[in-house]
């Protein structure tokens, strides 16, 4: 089992739609990261929490830690949000991140 | 600020060989982070380097390595290429540690034939 888990690995939404993406993790962790990677590669970070809840424009993160579960939420879709997300965790006993899998978001107009 | 900056943007390699990538922080960051990308196995942590020292290290074998000098500037470097090699490397950068908000480069495309 991944100590990082990514759900759904891949959706498509129409434009305007409310998204959301979850990431569960089974490691102790000092703080969780989500990542924007669009395709070429580049890798943005989009937050980085430790507790409750973190918004920047229409996206919203939020972390429960006594049950080891993230969401990030899009609010008002866009097709320019179409990307990967990726969840990672920081902390661990190695000190460095853990990545999930990530999730294909694709939205159409 | 310039942001992350890696070169070269892409490489093609033959099995055997060996290849050195580079990556120049954000000024003022002394932390950098490598880490590998591939369809399969996804992003995967190498190493990191803090103030030149290696400050910890990923499960790759010792065909990898690494260093950062002075200007906080680092390389990595894979001998003995492999097809598996094959991947996206990115590094990213951040004040003292991975575990803040990493700013990452664009990448290096690595091609292993």
């Known amino acids: 089992k991944n100590e990082v888990e990514q759900s759904p690995q891949n959706l498509t939404a129409q434009e305007g739609e409310f998204i959301t993406i979850n990431c569960s993790y089974s490691v102790g962790i000092s703080a969780l990261h989500w990542l924007q990677q669009h395709p070429g590669g580049g890798i943005v970070s989009l937050f980085m929490?430790?507790?409750g809840k973190k918004k920047h424009g229409r996206l919203i993160a939020t972390i429960n830690i006594q049950e080891k579960h993230s969401s990030l939420h899009i609010t008002a879709s866009h097709p320019r949000d179409s990307a990967v997300y990726i969840c990672?965790?920081?902390?661990?006993?190695?000190?460095?991140?853990?990545f999930g899998k990530g999730t294909k978001l694709s939205v159409k107009p | 600020k310039a942001g992350v900056t890696q070169t070269p943007r892409y490489l093609i390699k033959t099995r055997g060989q060996q290849v050195t990538l580079s990556c120049s922080p954000i000024?003022?960051?002394?932390?950098v982070s490598w880490y590998q990308q591939t369809p399969g196995q996804g992003l995967q942590f190498l190493f990191e380097y803090f103030s030149e020292t290696q400050r910890n290290k990923g499960n790759f074998p010792g065909r990898f390595s690494g260093r950062q000098f002075s200007n906080s500037r680092s390389e990595m470097n894979v001998s003995t290429l492999e097809l598996g090699d094959s991947a996206l490397y990115l590094c990213?950068?951040?004040?003292?540690?991975?575990?803040?908000?990493?700013?990452f480069g664009p990448g290096t495309r690595l091609l292993v034939l």
């Open positions: 990672a965790v920081g902390g661990g006993s190695q000190g460095n991140l853990i």
């Open positions: 929490l430790s507790s």
């Open positions: 000024s003022g960051h002394r932390s």
């Open positions: 990213a950068s951040s004040f003292l540690d991975s575990e803040e908000t990493q700013y």
